[in-house]
């Protein structure tokens, strides 16, 4: 009977130990956010493809550009710009923003992340985390960024259209109230 206690109790430590390891709550949520944050870096580059968000710059026409967005985000069209807005959920959201020339071809395109919610301090987080993701793909893709100011960072490049191009990266993210982070890829 000792023997099958000392068993239970070598099981019951062992099961903790295990538990501890692997994770248990010891991350109070971050994980949870650093997954929603990873799915929102995957809906806002799409596929990786071209400059960034499968375009490159001086090569999509605008017509190659809307394949890639649904037609029922379409929030603005003129001209020389056309802008989609996605709700991403209850308190985020991002807009794609394509500016083409006379014949057609993306010449400027933007990104823009806004988050809110559900907490001040969540929303700083989120556009913070995503931030650093921008930030890290660039400077793997692009080599070291120039600092502009405390918020933005230039990154110097060639397209994959072998025009020269320029992104700017910002952060204006307010602690305790809301995330804002903005990628613009433009020729230079």
Not at 75 to 92: C, F, G, L, R, W
Request: hydrophobic share 30%; proline share 1%; aromatic share 14%.
């Amino acid at each position: 009977m000792k023997r099958k206690s000392l068993l239970s109790v070598l099981f019951i430590a062992f099961a903790t130990i295990f538990f501890i390891s692997c994770g248990g709550n010891s991350d109070n949520g971050n994980s949870k956010n650093d997954k929603k944050m990873g799915n929102f870096y995957e809906k806002l580059v799409k596929n990786g493809g071209g400059d960034f968000r499968d375009v490159t710059i001086n090569k999509t026409t605008l017509d190659e550009a809307k394949k890639n967005e649904e037609e029922s985000a379409l929030a603005e069209s003129t001209n020389q710009y056309v802008k989609y807005s996605y709700m991403i959920d209850d308190n985020n959201r991002y807009d794609v923003k394509y500016y083409f020339d006379e014949n057609g071809k993306i010449n400027l395109m933007a990104v823009d992340y806004y988050s809110w919610g559900p907490t001040g301090d969540e929303a700083f987080e989120n556009g913070t985390k995503l931030y650093d993701k921008f930030f890290k793909e660039f400077t793997d893709k692009y080599g070291e960024g120039k600092k502009f100011s405390e918020t933005e960072y230039h990154f110097f490049g060639k397209s994959e259209s072998g025009a020269d191009i320029k992104i700017l990266l910002s952060d204006t993210s307010q602690k305790g109230s809301s995330g804002t982070v903005t990628v613009n890829v433009s020729l230079r």
